[in-house]
């Protein structure tokens, strides 16, 4: 609603909640006609002899504008904004409650959980185009808890290596101590307290180099990891009795994590640096290795 009044005996109009002391200057035919092609009628000068309010032909309600604006851009009406704003965001399942005062780009929003999103206006129109949803922060610090919780750990917060794959967490109903743990795993169970647990990844470990010469093909070399390197080489490689394997080096760690992790970055600096001596796993399959 607008209205006029007097402030310390000087007039005054009431626009969007706010009041704004009328300016006595002149309105130039001018300004009035630039004011009528965008759209809008000039209704009065107000605050200072750079602002004009102005009606428009759409909503029928008045809003104020820079001078320049009218001569130079096309003024937006903002109450036509929000009504777009408003049906853009109901589109995208949202609420749209108001633009943001840091920010013109943002604007708060109702998620349909009741917590409020700040969100740029451009991803909430894509949203609304695409029918792609938004994710609540609070809902989402919700879950991560209560899936920590639920297998006696605590979270305490985002990786402080900066993976948004993996959380920091507090085993709460063991030994207390902390971990990057992948949410992923978390999800799933397929972790270990390294302190207190009795698994692969806390128990002692080695990485291991193993050779393997096959009287046909040649020789062939394995980088991995294992708790027993010669029965994996014995038993679980299931080698065919003419492939001579042997151990050539194996290197002690005190947990299986620690062993994984040490096995993964050697691997890479390999593959980055010897791409061309990669030899592909199925080369090494019991039916693969026996016909070689």
Same mark, same amino acid.
């Given at each position: 609603? !607008? ?10 109009? !009431?626009? /969007?909640? @706010? ?6 200057? &002149? ?5 009035? $006609?630039?004011?009528?092609? &965008? ?12 602002? #004009?309010?102005?009606?428009?032909? !759409? ?6 504008? @820079? ?10 009406? =903002?109450?036509? #904004?929000? %009504?777009?704003?408003?049906?853009? $965001? $109901? ?10 005062? &840091?920010? +013109? ?12 999103? @700040? ?10 185009? !695409? ?11 919700? +879950?991560?808890?209560?899936? $920590? ?8 917060? =985002?990786?402080? @290596?900066?993976n948004p794959n993996y959380r920091l967490y507090r085993h709460a109903a063991g030994c207390g101590a902390t971990r990057r743990i992948a949410r992923g795993n978390m999800q799933t169970g397929r972790f270990d307290c390294e302190v207190c647990g009795q698994s692969w990844a806390a128990a002692p470990s080695q990485v291991y180099l193993m050779r393997f010469i096959h009287p046909n093909s040649g020789t062939y070399f394995k980088l991995g990891y294992s708790r027993d390197p010669a029965s994996r080489l014995r038993y679980q490689l299931g080698l065919p009795t003419h ?25 890479? /600096?390999?593959?980055?640096?010897? =791409? ?5 796993? %199925? ?8 016909? #070689?």
């Amino acid at each position: 609603m !607008t209205h006029t009044d007097t402030l310390f005996g000087q007039p005054t109009i !009431t626009l /969007r909640n @706010k009041e704004y002391p009328l300016y006595p200057g &002149k309105i130039h035919h001018h300004w009035e $006609a630039a004011a009528l092609r &965008k759209g809008f009628d000039l209704i009065v000068r107000v605050q200072d002899r750079y602002h #004009l309010a102005l009606r428009c032909h !759409t909503c029928g309600k008045l809003h104020v504008s @820079k001078l320049f604006v009218v001569m130079n851009n096309q003024p937006n009406c =903002p109450h036509c #904004l929000n %009504e777009k704003r408003r049906e853009t $965001a $109901a589109a995208a399942g949202l609420k749209f409650l108001r633009q943001s005062m &840091k920010n +013109r780009h943002y604007g708060d929003f109702r998620a349909p959980c009741g917590h409020t999103l @700040k969100r740029q206006f451009e991803l909430v129109e894509r949203a609304a185009r !695409t029918g792609s949803g938004f994710r609540c922060e609070t809902c989402h610090a919700e +879950r991560e808890a209560n899936e $920590a919780r639920e297998r006696g750990w605590e979270l305490i917060g =985002p990786d402080p @290596k900066g993976n948004p794959n993996y959380r920091l967490y507090r085993h709460a109903a063991g030994c207390g101590a902390t971990r990057r743990i992948a949410r992923g795993n978390m999800q799933t169970g397929r972790f270990d307290c390294e302190v207190c647990g009795q698994s692969w990844a806390a128990a002692p470990s080695q990485v291991y180099l193993m050779r393997f010469i096959h009287p046909n093909s040649g020789t062939y070399f394995k980088l991995g990891y294992s708790r027993d390197p010669a029965s994996r080489l014995r038993y679980q490689l299931g080698l065919p009795t003419h492939v001579h394997g042997e151990i050539l080096r194996t290197v002690p760690f005190q947990t299986g994590r620690a062993a994984l992790c040490a096995e993964k970055a050697i691997h890479k /600096r390999l593959a980055a640096n010897f =791409p061309n001596a990669v030899v592909a796993p %199925e080369r090494f399959s019991v039916s693969c290795v026996s016909a #070689l």
